[in-house]
């Protein structure tokens, strides 16, 4: 194939490495060339629906193997965030249970009583319900803190796209009053620094690789990152010219990284 034009490459995974179950055509030979060539590879979602370990499962069951440290996903970034400025908050997670499980795991207590807690998380939940909505509500109301593990209104699957955490942070806001104060995942300045220094280099060498304007492309943008648009995920070429985050490059698919 062609010659690596970076030192480091971010790649998002829903709708840029695969699509529900199956990766992208091209994807598992493009990443094992980077590789071969001595560039650094992570992998960076704003999907919490599992931890890092599923992911680098995954990708290693599609022919990509990847070891759990070379992923970063939202919810990492929030934990770790959450473990360092407020250690000892109480969190409700508006989330699925793996987000749940990983709050706890990082030491954060974790209660669905409005008088308790801290800190409400929302975030891509495909339990969410009406006894998640007033908890959160009523927390908010006693002045909890407002966070979020990303702000994705949709999630890219085979066949379309589903809801994603947009959804509970507009229920959130829609009933408190209250705007969301923290998004962990991407574009935030936070999953860009984890991600610089889990490839020891800087914004410049690198190109992160997305499906998503609004997040992928902005953040690159934001922090000084080239950024390279695929075409298989939730965005169209038709959206590029409404949108206030430029790609550096276009392509229809990761097949074409090395052509660039």
């Known amino acids: 194939m062609g010659v690596a034009k970076f030192r480091g490459y971010i790649f998002d995974l829903d709708g840029t490495v695969y699509l529900s179950e199956n990766a992208i055509p091209g994807a598992q030979e493009v990443i094992a060339d980077l590789r071969a060539q001595g560039c650094g590879v992570v992998f960076l979602s704003n999907k919490p629906l599992q931890p890092r370990s599923v992911y680098a499962r995954k990708l290693t069951g599609l022919g990509i193997p990847t070891s759990p440290d070379e992923v970063i996903n939202s919810s990492l970034v929030l934990a770790q965030y959450l473990v360092r400025e407020m250690p000892d908050a109480t969190v409700f997670v508006i989330g699925e249970q793996p987000l749940v499980d990983e709050m706890a795991a990082a030491g954060l207590e974790v209660s669905d009583d409005p008088e308790e807690i801290d800190v409400v998380i929302a975030s891509f939940d495909r339990t969410f ?3 998640k909505l007033n908890i959160g509500y009523q927390a ?5 803190r407002f966070f979020a593990t990303n702000a994705d209104r949709t999630c890219p699957v085979e066949g379309g796209q589903i809801p994603d955490a947009a959804a509970v942070i507009g229920a959130l806001e829609g009933c408190s009053g209250r705007e969301v104060e923290l998004v962990a995942g991407k574009p935030s300045a936070m ?3 984890m991600t610089l220094d889990r490839l020891g280099l800087q914004g410049e060498d ?4 997305g499906d998503r304007l609004e997040t992928d492309m902005l953040m690159g943008n934001n922090a000084g990152i080239s950024t390279a648009l695929v075409l298989t995920g939730v965005t169209r070429r038709e959206d590029i010219p409404h949108s206030l985050a430029r790609p550096n490059y276009v392509l229809e698919s990761i097949a074409d990284i090395l052509s660039l």
């Open 206 to 209: 690198c190109l992160m690789v």
């Open 140 to 144: 908010l109301r006693l002045g909890a």
């Open 191 to 193: 999953i860009v620094s």
């Open 129 to 131: 319900d009406y006894r």
